[in-house]
């Protein structure tokens, strides 16, 4: 069993990143703002992301398949940009709040970084192994 470290916190701010850019408008037409809310696809690609990334921090005590959560998680925070901009350019009729897109990228950096510090966690287990 592996002891949780830093990628926990990475895969926890992920989270918490998509979770304010579900909430923020992300884009506008005239007065009105939108948020995930409005928009069904992105609000169920977000809340798909978000538990993705929860259910992740727990998957601790096989390495490999957290490993490829983490990828599958990485390709989701991409999906929910691309869902942002698809909805805001076509459906809304609307233009993106560019500043906004900073915490879906910010998301991704961090679910990289915990795919990279868990692969780290699994190298360190082998060769504790080797030696015993």
């Not at 949780?4 to 926890?12: E, K, P, Y």
């Not at 884009?27 to 992105?42: Q, S």
């Not at 538990?51 to 925070?77: E, G, H, P, T």
């Amino acid at each position: 069993m592996v002891i949780q470290r830093i990628q926990s916190v990475f895969l926890l701010l992920a989270a918490a990143c998509i979770g304010v850019y579900s909430f923020m408008p992300f884009a506008h037409a005239g007065e009105t703002n939108f948020t995930a809310c409005d928009a069904l696809p992105l609000l169920i690609v977000s809340i798909l992301t978000i538990v993705m990334l929860l259910l992740n921090i727990f998957m601790y005590k096989d390495l490999r398949k957290q490993i490829r959560v983490a990828a599958i998680n990485s390709i989701l925070v991409i999906a929910t940009m691309a869902t942002a901009a698809i909805c805001a350019l076509t459906s809304l009729n609307a233009t993106l709040y560019y500043a906004w897109l900073a915490l879906p990228v910010a998301a991704l950096i961090l679910t990289i970084r915990a795919r990279r510090a868990i692969i780290s966690d699994r190298n360190l287990l082998s060769s504790a192994d080797r030696i015993r």
